[in-house]
């Protein structure tokens, strides 16, 4: 869950650059993911909350913890009035601090290409777990451009500026995801493929949101002026407006699940 390229560490710029995504895959990974009611969740990586927020009104569980390295995320996350019961502890997705066979269900959302070790994190995610519980993950799909602002990262590469990447892109790939919960051990394994869209009001609230990044942000504050004016005009012909002005983006995420054996 740590990288030493990307840290979060701006829960309100995180809810607008990338929450609102999250809330768009996840609700498709929740229908997809079909769990009972009343069951105790953990969310592995759950940063401002956003995730957690949306599975707490869709699946109404007996108790939700939350566990992430950051700690001005979870602080936002805390205020959230709809997570006031859920438990949050800074920690390590690869050392997770809870007992085994502690939860229902461990998600991991838009985490595991965070997580240097990604074995080591779904290990973990199945030691907590009780026996017949699932456990799950969505994540961007880093490897074939289905990363929400690709388009954004390769003008960037392209004018030979370095971009800031997780430790574990790979772990992105369905067929690794598979490996992966297989090689944990669990049982009934499916992968899925997610496609969202996102509608801004205009190339502005793309730009600004795309400013709030903690991987695009600071390196878009740091270019040239005319580095900066090439990459603007370049996006403005890759996201042509609609004629109401809005810009739509698409993005695609692959998810995963299994049960741990009983």
Excluded at 203 to 208: P, R, V
């Amino acid at each position: 869950m740590k990288t030493d390229q990307i840290h979060f560490h701006d829960g309100a710029a995180y809810e607008r650059y990338m929450g609102k995504w999250s809330q768009l895959a996840g609700k498709t990974f929740l229908d997809w993911l079909d769990p009972e009611l009343g069951q105790r969740w953990l969310d592995v990586g759950c940063g401002n909350g956003a995730f957690t927020e949306m599975l707490i009104g869709r699946c109404h569980p007996a108790s939700v913890r939350g566990v992430d390295p950051s700690e001005e995320q979870l602080a936002y996350a805390r205020m959230r009035p709809a997570l006031r019961t859920v438990q949050f502890r800074q920690g390590d997705a690869m050392v997770l601090p809870y007992p085994d066979s502690t939860f229902d269900v461990a998600v991991m959302p838009l985490v595991i290409f965070f997580v240097p070790d990604p074995a080591k994190g779904v290990a973990e995610m199945k030691r907590v777990v009780r026996p017949g519980g699932a456990v799950a993950a969505y994540a961007w799909d880093m490897m074939g451009g289905g990363f929400p602002y690709e388009a954004l990262l390769a003008e960037i590469r392209r004018l030979g500026i370095a971009v800031p990447a997780p430790p574990s892109p790979e772990a992105s790939r369905r067929d690794v995801m598979r490996d992966l919960w297989a090689g944990a051990g669990l049982d009934a394994i499916e992968t899925c493929e997610i496609e969202v869209c996102r509608t801004f009001s205009g190339f502005d609230d793309f730009w600004a949101t795309a400013f709030g990044a903690p991987s695009v942000g600071p390196t878009l504050a740091t270019m040239a002026a005319e580095d900066l004016a090439v990459l603007k005009a370049r996006m403005r012909t890759r996201l042509p407006a609609e004629v109401s002005g809005h810009i739509t983006c698409s993005a695609r995420a692959n998810a995963v699940k299994g049960r741990v054996p009983k």
